[in-house]
């Protein structure tokens, strides 16, 4: 079956300016992960959903960054007056959820380039 | 405050033998741990879970040790193959099921 998707791929974007990364989860997923790898370093939590709960929004780093989850399925990841240091590769990951397993399926991720 | 680390950046070993890959946490409330293997311009995928009511866990040629007094897992690759080089990350998870993730480790097996 298909597994988690997300585009761009790669998304090259000038300093200042917004960017909208996509993530569709696996069909019948309820919880959906974001998380941001940069060189170096390894996966940093930026924010989890949970079925129809409150977003777990606690490694948001800065209010430049948001995320919505529209219908329980597609998630989109916003960053607002994008900085250098926001450049990193962008991972999303879907599980079945709470209670039923912590095995969670990633997506290839976008590569964000801010210049 | 990094919750999971992997001291060890990089790991050879010769094909055949035993690739032993180490992760230590802090955190005495996690209660799952998982290994994840990730190829370059991949994401990670999910390769072998412990939950912490358990010390050991086996899945062929991998098999996860988990010592909660000393809040150190393992994983153990026997025999290591060229296919396995990759980067694996271990990643630690609450109950609310936040996880959290260690730095990798690179490794290489040699052929």
């Known amino acids: 079956g298909a597994g988690v998707s997300q585009s761009p791929s790669n998304k090259v974007t000038e300093k200042g300016k917004d960017v909208e990364l996509r993530c569709d989860p696996i069909s019948g997923h309820t919880a959906l992960y974001w998380y941001r790898q940069s060189l170096g370093q390894g996966l940093e939590f930026l924010i989890y959903f949970q079925g129809n709960s409150a977003p777990d929004k606690s490694g948001l780093p800065s209010d430049r960054f948001s995320a919505e989850r529209t219908g329980g399925s597609v998630s989109t990841l916003t960053i607002q007056r994008t900085q250098q240091e926001d450049s990193a590769v962008y991972l999303c990951?879907?599980?079945?959820?709470?209670?039923?397993?912590?095995?969670?399926?990633f997506g290839p991720g976008t590569r964000l380039t801010v210049t | 405050d990094q919750q999971v680390k992997q001291n060890s950046p990089s790991l050879s070993v010769q094909e055949g033998r035993i690739s032993i890959l180490n992760c230590d946490y802090t955190n005495s409330m996690f209660d799952y741990f998982l290994w994840y293997k990730k190829y370059p311009a991949e994401g990670p995928t999910f390769l072998i879970s412990i939950s912490s009511i358990k010390d050991k866990n086996e899945d062929g040629r991998f098999t996860v040790f988990l010592n909660k007094s000393a809040k150190h897992l393992s994983l153990h690759i026997v025999p290591s193959q060229p296919g396995d080089s990759a980067v694996y990350f271990c990643a630690a998870a609450t109950t609310g099921n936040q996880f959290y993730f260690g730095t990798g480790t690179s490794l290489t097996v040699i052929p």
């Open positions: 990951a879907s599980s079945l959820g709470v209670g039923l397993s912590y095995e969670q399926y």
